[in-house]
């Protein structure tokens, strides 16, 4: 998938205030070690660093096109107490170094969920948290479900020969287990309802654009518009604007806090 880091920090307003709100519960003290997994445009990350002047902050994400732009914002440059790299969730080779891991939005995207713990727990000090906020199992249905229909039918069909859905969302049961299994106690692990909006049909279509690559990106590029018109047509059909010209969409969260035993 090619990300558009500058599209999508445009886009990602919904991300960023549960993110905000994830932080706020943190209490930290502003001397703490962070890493943050699946940085994407460093928004989040940027944030820790501020809130941790005597700290250090790690932003980590797969793109490399999320990377350089990060790295340009909101680089050493800019925050002296900021880095970025490009790492796998899935291979994370730190060494007992942070207080706090922490993933917001991020994880679905990510197969191997026990790797990524496993890593986690590594690159964690003994008693740090683990705080992670991502798609969890019943998420975005009604999303998935004009996806579903749109890609068996005229004139796109013949443009998802041999598709497969890449996304990883998982419920509590299994999460409770590989959390034990990767040496975390557990705090709170949950699935919480939440209801995203976006402003108009504008505002859909540019979280469509920005986030479900898989599906806009198997169509070309100069049929990519009219593929996202089509869906966010036949997802207000189903779903209309409010009376305040809001979309809302039905999201599940899987969000968990665990200490490293």
């Known amino acids: 998938m090619k990300w558009n880091p500058q599209d999508y920090a445009k886009n990602s307003d919904a991300q960023l205030k549960w993110a905000k709100e994830l932080k706020q519960s943190l209490n930290l003290q502003g001397d703490e070690s962070v890493l943050d997994v699946g940085c994407?445009?460093?928004?989040?990350?940027?944030?820790?660093?501020?809130?941790?002047?005597?700290?250090?902050?790690?932003?980590?994400?797969?793109?490399?096109?999320?990377?350089?732009?990060?790295?340009?914002?909101?680089?050493?440059?800019?925050?002296?107490?900021?880095s970025f790299a490009c790492v796998d969730a899935r291979s994370l080779d730190f060494e007992q170094e942070f207080h706090l891991c922490f993933s917001n939005e991020a994880l679905h995207w990510v197969d191997d969920h026990q790797a990524f713990l496993g890593g986690a727990?590594?690159?964690?000090?003994?008693?740090?948290r683990l705080v992670i906020a991502c798609g969890g199992q019943g998420t975005a249905a009604d999303i998935l479900q004009v996806f579903s229909e749109l890609i068996c039918c005229e004139p796109w069909k013949h443009y998802f020969d041999g598709f497969h859905n890449p996304y990883f969302f998982y419920g509590d049961q299994d999460y409770s287990l590989w959390l034990e299994k990767a040496g975390f106690n557990i705090e709170r692990l949950e699935l919480i309802p939440k209801d995203m909006t976006h402003v108009g049909k504008e505002g859909l279509a540019g979280w469509i654009r920005t986030t479900w690559m898989p599906f806009t990106q198997s169509v070309p590029e100069s049929k990519r518009g009219d593929f996202i018109t089509h869906f966010v047509e036949t997802y207000?059909?189903?779903?209309?604007?409010?009376?305040?010209?809001?979309?809302?969409?039905?999201?599940?969260?899987?969000?968990?806090?665990?200490?490293?035993?």
């Open 40 to 82: 994407g445009d460093g928004k989040i990350t940027a944030e820790f660093a501020t809130t941790l002047p005597k700290g250090r902050v790690v932003g980590i994400d797969s793109s490399p096109d999320m990377i350089a732009y990060a790295t340009r914002t909101y680089g050493a440059h800019v925050y002296a107490n900021l």
């Open 236 to 261: 207000l059909q189903r779903i209309p604007l409010d009376q305040d010209g809001l979309v809302h969409v039905r999201m599940v969260k899987l969000e968990v806090s665990a200490l490293k035993s």
């Open 121 to 128: 727990s590594r690159s964690l000090r003994r008693g740090g």
